[in-house]
C-alpha cells in the first residue's frame, strides 16, 4: 500500500467510528491502520537509501550509539525518555535529535 492509501483509509476509519459514537475513535482508528504498516518500515527505508552495506553498517551503528546516549541522557537527569514521534533522524549520518516541543 502507499502512504496515501493508508492515509486515506485512516481518515475513513477514524469518520466511522466517530459516526458510531465510539469512545476513542482516532485511536481505535489507528490501531485498525496499523496493522496495515509492516514492522521493518524504517529498516527497510534506509536499506534502499544506503548505497553499500558498508554505509548500511555505519548508519545503524551511529544510530545505536546516538540513540543509547540519548537515553542514558533521560535516565541520569531523571527526565522520561522521548517518545518515537519526538525522534528526528538524519538518513546520512544516523543522527538523532529530540524535539522539545
Known sequence: QTPDSVAINYHTKAQQLAARNAPDPL????????????DTVLLDH????AATNDRLWSFRKHFATQYACSILAAHALQVPAASPDRLLLSEKQGHVVIACA
Open 27 to 38: 485511536m481505535s482508528a489507528m490501531n485498525e491502520v496499523a496493522d496495515l504498516i509492516p
Open 46 to 49: 534506509i536499506r534502499a537509501e
